[in-house]
């Protein structure tokens, strides 16, 4: 019921920046929370950034003072501003969504993964 679209992904040396977008579309009645998590290879996934409704956000440790977590809320849209991006930040990274749909059933969707490679 719910899709989301990322784009924004590529390859960047270390200290370069990139920006990640995710679109969600569908059967939306509103958005509880938005973010982003990764996966390396070998490695399993984890939290990396998520905006809730309530403007409250969370980092991993990892990422703080490096990356942004932003919404646009009239476009069901966040965003993940990555910068002095280092090799162990290569990863694919999923958009997560959760909410309600417009029935008020809650949902959960994700995004098909964009790659990051960073390199030195």
Not at 60 to 73: I, L, Y
């Amino acid at each position: 019921q719910v899709q989301l679209v990322e784009s924004g992904g590529g390859l960047v040396q270390s200290g370069g920046s990139l920006r990640l977008s995710c679109a969600a579309s569908g059967n939306i009645g509103s958005v509880n929370s938005m973010g982003w998590y990764r996966q390396a290879p070998g490695k399993q996934r984890e939290l990396v950034a998520v905006e809730s409704s309530g403007g409250s956000t969370n980092y991993a440790d990892s990422v703080k003072g490096r990356f942004t977590v932003s919404r646009d809320n009239a476009k069901n849209t966040v965003y993940l501003q990555m910068n002095s991006l280092k090799t162990e930040d290569t990863a694919v990274y999923y958009c997560n969504v959760e909410g309600r749909t417009r029935r008020n059933t809650l949902f959960e969707a994700w995004g098909q993964g964009t790659q990051v490679t960073v390199s030195s």
